[in-house]
């Protein structure tokens, strides 16, 4: 009889389900790993030191983990304060040590703040100008030339000009016409009363007086072409010696010296303030034409600083503020302060001009002319600096003390051996390493932390959190 064979079938799992377990348990495992380190973390605030030694590494880890568990962070018994309404205590002085912390105590200096800007020297337009003739002529001579000092009514260009003479003319006309009307009626206001018509002396008078307007035009017109005339200055004189002197009227002793014979259409251009001559775009002969400019000239003793603001610094600017200019190829700064600010933004570089004062010193002097050399040059570029606000007792601390919680600043101030305490402050000019603190409750002095916050920021969060309700 053969024996009856038994067999016991397993049957197998899907093979989708036995790759489900797997990964499940495989990512359980990988959470359960994170869970401890992040739980190791916190409790040695995130700090491990190498051992030199494999007997002295376990107990100095131990030590560390030991002192790190024992930050606590405690409720402010007096309720919320400006400062904030949390502190964190280390439990000892060691465990201070380990942590990392570094303190420094809250400084006083002067600070200023700044916007940096762009510009360029030019004249100073108030005291800058171009010269033309008042009526057309042609050049008689030239008096002064690029480059020359010129004084205020310095004689710069004379032109001859057929206007003129004939408006000199018709002054003198207009003067004697005056004179004899004023004779006339003088005489006829000495005859006995009746002997003659009232209607004949009232005509007298009305002439009289035309004559008068006659003569006041004439020395307008002689007025609005320059000439600096009155006609009380000739009433005294007679027929040559007037026309002796309108003849050479505005033209300084050095035109006329010499001269036996001159026209009387000659018109002085003359300097209207003290400068030099920049250009000249006219020779001898050449026909001046009215509007159009033959000279420049202008003052450089004083030059304008033209700067343009970034629009992120424009809503501060304000008259008086301080600026210092650095002109290209120019190794000295300028001091200057701001005495105009545009009412309006340039379209094309999104900036506002201001414009600022500044003395051209003096570098040197001709030994011959006595002409002077001076330090800028108009159209010189160069950047700026504005000083917007200036602190002599400004509060700082590093900039490695500032942390942030969201969107709001703060520093942690040491309040005893062991305690920190948060505090938030508002931010204002960072110079180089430093910050200034224009808010927040602390004064010079203080201890700040400047290196390991973030530990104690950490542990402030973790503990502010588990106590939340």
Request: with cysteine.
């Amino acid at each position: 009889m053969t024996a009856a064979h038994s067999s016991v079938h397993v049957k197998p799992l899907p093979e989708s389900s036995t790759t489900a377990v797997l990964k499940s348990a495989r990512y359980l495992g990988i959470l359960a790993a994170l869970v401890a380190v992040g739980w190791c973390g916190h409790q040695t605030h995130w700090t491990f030191r190498p051992s030199t030694h494999a007997g002295e590494g376990t107990h100095s880890d131990a030590a560390h983990a030991s002192a790190a568990t024992n930050v606590t962070a405690q409720k402010v018994e007096a309720g919320p304060t400006a400062s904030g309404d949390w502190k964190v205590t280390f439990p000892s002085e060691h465990s201070l040590e380990v942590s990392g912390i570094t303190t420094a105590p809250l400084q006083q200096r002067p600070i200023a703040e700044r916007v940096q800007t762009t510009g360029v020297i030019t004249y100073d337009e108030r005291i800058s100008a171009s010269l033309s003739a008042r009526t057309t002529g042609t050049v008689w001579r030239v008096c002064k030339h690029v480059g020359e000092a010129i004084k205020k009514g310095d004689v710069l260009v004379v032109v001859d000009a057929a206007e003129v003479g004939q408006s000199k003319s018709e002054f003198l006309s207009a003067l004697v016409a005056l004179e004899s009307k004023t004779e006339i009626l003088t005489n006829l206001e000495s005859i006995s009363s009746g002997a003659i018509p009232q209607r004949q002396v009232r005509e007298a008078k009305v002439a009289m007086r035309e004559a008068k307007i006659r003569l006041l035009n004439a020395e307008q017109t002689l007025l609005n072409l320059g000439f600096n005339i009155k006609s009380e200055d000739y009433q005294s004189l007679d027929d040559a010696a007037r026309a002796e002197r309108i003849r050479f009227l505005g033209l300084p002793d050095t035109v006329v010296e010499g001269l036996q014979k001159m026209t009387s259409n000659l018109l002085p251009i003359k300097a209207t303030f003290d400068g030099i001559v920049l250009r000249q775009d006219v020779a001898l002969g050449e026909t001046a034409e009215v509007g159009k400019p033959i000279l420049e000239i202008a003052d450089i003793r004083r030059m304008w600083l033209k700067l343009d603001v970034p629009k992120e610094g424009a809503s501060q600017l304000a008259l008086g503020q301080e600026v210092t200019f650095n002109p290209d190829g120019v190794e000295k700064d300028l001091h200057a302060t701001i005495t105009w600010i545009s009412t309006e933004m340039n379209q094309q570089t999104r900036t506002l001009q201001i414009r600022a004062e500044v003395d051209n010193p003096v570098v040197s002097t001709d030994p011959k002319t006595g002409s002077e050399v001076r330090l800028l040059r108009a159209n010189t570029f160069g950047t700026g600096t504005i000083i917007l606000r200036n602190s002599e007792t400004a509060l700082v601390v590093p900039v490695s003390a500032i942390l942030h919680d969201d969107r709001q600043a703060l520093v942690f101030a040491k309040t005893d051996n062991l305690t920190f305490e948060r505090v938030n402050v508002s931010l204002g000019v960072r110079d180089g390493g430093v910050v200034e603190l224009i808010s927040g409750d602390l004064k010079q002095g203080s201890e700040i932390v400047v290196r390991g916050g973030h530990v104690l920021k950490s542990e402030w969060t973790l503990n502010h959190v588990a106590s939340a309700p």
